[in-house]
């Protein structure tokens, strides 16, 4: 079925010099705030946090690695698939109740986690974790940066997208401290409290008015868009669906919520096959950190400056990279230089996939699009680890899976390559192709 056509507009803003940071006003500083909250508060619902508990609850639970990796997949898939419709509400719910509501959700998962009996309960918490957290905060914060900015969205998005690398680099190490003083369950408690009681009111006042000044729903005109495209051209959920460039894109966008889900999700797996200490391993996430801070910004600035289609085919080369090191060797250098490689993808990876629809599609309907995207990612991420537990229950190592995951990351971007000139055309014009 051919797509309705909608009117050639040009986007200025994203051929034009990015305009200097000193040029955003106070309500645009604390919606990029909010943005920047929501993140940091996703992480009781991100892998690279539940991953530290892995071994703990195997053991309270009596679970191998295959049988907590399909829990986790069930789980996750369940999630994935409730996003597909909950992610609509960010079109039409403000910004502040959405990120708010996402974030007690997982606070009381939190709190059901520290006090789960059996492994029933363990699903349940596991899924709202995955929802609230992974998915709709996240989806609810890079849906109203990328909604309510267009000049400044590549940068914007970068620095909503330090709260995660925030957690990532203290996290860890706190974390698997908690564990060895107070037991796992009670590290959960604490989380539980610190969301309800810190980060639900922070994004409430962040996000209390929009950058115009208003207290407008999420579907509001863009403010920062005076000489841009004032949405009008935004493609239907229904319109992306039957897009022939969506699909490959998005493929190829799934490797790093698949592999990097998969990698830390079963760490200690790796790191008792390596024959590195966990406490060592979790030591180095602060270079993983850092390497995603100055990745994120660049790519902003980069997205700002040229297009976030231009840096794909770029995007996946340092994973590509990591993922061969796991592969050839055990050595302690190691450890440091993946977590560096790895930092520099999963730092530019969500700049340039959330700028990357607003781009392509317009922001009208930016969270339905999103929802799909957001699920589909979410998918990614339960589907890695089931199978990479699979494969650990039948004696195939971390170390000799990571090949596939290099080749994984080796099509994608030879495909981003490819496709260059059909998203160039797109992102000029919002047509049809």
Wanted: hydrophobic letters at 55%; aromatic letters at 10%; proline letters at 5%.
């Amino acid at each position: 079925m051919a797509h309705p056509i909608p009117p050639v507009r040009m986007l200025m803003s994203l051929t034009s010099p990015s305009p200097p940071l000193r040029e955003l006003t106070r309500n645009q500083v604390c919606w990029i705030g909010g943005g920047y909250i929501s993140m940091f508060s996703s992480l009781a619902g991100q892998t690279v946090f539940i991953a530290l508990f892995g071994a703990a609850i195997r053991q309270d639970f009596s679970l191998s690695a295959g049988q907590y990796g399909m829990i986790y997949t069930a789980a996750t898939l369940c999630s994935a698939i409730l996003l597909v419709w909950a992610g609509t509400l960010a079109d039409r719910i403000p910004a502040r109740l959405l990120g708010a509501g996402a974030a007690l959700g997982a606070a009381l998962m939190c709190l059901a986690m520290s006090f789960a009996p059996n492994i029933l309960v363990l699903a349940i918490a596991l899924f709202g974790l995955r929802f609230f957290g992974q998915g709709m905060l996240t989806h609810n914060a890079a849906t109203a940066l990328s909604r309510w900015f267009n000049r400044f969205r590549g940068r914007a998005l970068a620095i909503s997208q330090l709260g995660l690398n925030t957690g990532e680099a203290i996290l860890p190490v706190l974390v698997a401290l908690g564990i060895a003083a107070m037991g796992w369950r009670n590290v959960w408690l604490l989380a539980a409290g610190f969301l309800a009681l810190v980060l639900v009111p922070a994004i409430l006042t962040l996000f209390a008015n929009t950058p115009e000044g208003t207290r407008g729903r999420g579907a509001a005109a863009n403010p920062d868009a005076a000489a841009a495209d004032q949405n009008a051209t935004g493609w239907t959920r229904r319109q992306v669906l039957s897009d022939p460039l969506f699909w490959p894109v998005l493929i190829g966008l799934l490797a790093m919520p698949a592999i990097s889900t998969a990698i830390f999700f079963h760490q200690t797996d790796l790191v008792a096959d390596k024959g590195w200490g966990l406490l060592t391993f979790a030591a180095f996430f602060p270079v993983m950190s850092a390497s995603s801070v100055l990745s994120s910004i660049a790519s902003g600035w980069l997205t700002d400056r040229f297009g976030a289609y231009r840096i794909l085919p770029l995007l996946l080369v340092p994973a590509l990279l990591a993922y061969v090191l796991i592969a050839s060797t055990s050595a302690f250098w190691a450890i440091p230089l993946f977590f560096l490689l790895s930092g520099l993808t999963n730092g530019a990876n969500g700049t340039v996939m959330n700028a990357l629809w607003a781009e392509l599609y317009g922001t009208t309907y930016l969270g339905a699009i999103r929802a799909i995207a957001t699920s589909a990612m979410v998918l990614s991420s339960a589907i890695g680890p089931g199978i990479v537990g699979l494969f650990l229950d039948g004696g195939v190592s971390v170390a000799r899976q990571a090949p596939f995951f290099a080749a994984y990351c080796g099509v994608a971007s030879i495909t981003f390559f490819a496709l260059q000139t059909h998203l160039g055309r797109r992102r000029d014009s919002h047509t049809v192709i």
